[in-house]
């Protein structure tokens, strides 16, 4: 994959839409380019926690879906690229399509991107807004997600900062409340994710 612009990176809750964010000499059509090159079934080779510090490592998350599909998607005009987990060739290309008709489905992982960085790189980051415990939030993220492809061996790492707890806004845990949390922490732990090419989709 070569460079074709800078990277830019929004930040979501996994619960709402990616959204797109463009740096100077950037355009849509040069995401969409790299993504579409990416597109396929995949199977996964590995899936890892590192809890203990901002670096690979830790321990296996890899659960019953050993496949992963990676495919393109718009909201609002704006494109995007997901990774979802699935435990078969025909299952990826099932979820696949339960995405784009709205429906629902259990799923072991899943990261999206949105921007295309240095060298070609896919990029994105997101937040979460933890969960409720009364009237505290816990256990909030502030994620940056990194993909690369090399021949048919894909690679994505989302170096991950935990929030700290912030208190709740008439019993509601927000993004935007998730971020100022998490203003001063730095990245502590990391996700990655390994696979090679299967099958098109």
Known sequence: MQSRC?????????????????????SPSDFEDTAAAIEGIYRVQSYTRNDSSCQPGGESLLGSDRFAAVFTGEVFGRPFLDIVSCSSAADCRDKVAATKSGTGFVIDFSFTLTSVGPGGALTGAGVSTGFGDGETCREAEMSTTLLTLVDESLRLEQALTIAADYPAEDGICSTTAAQQAAQGATCSAMEVLTATFFEPL
């Open 6 to 26: 800078g990277s830019s990176e929004s930040k979501r809750s996994p619960r709402t839409p990616p959204h797109q964010g463009t740096s100077a000499g950037c």
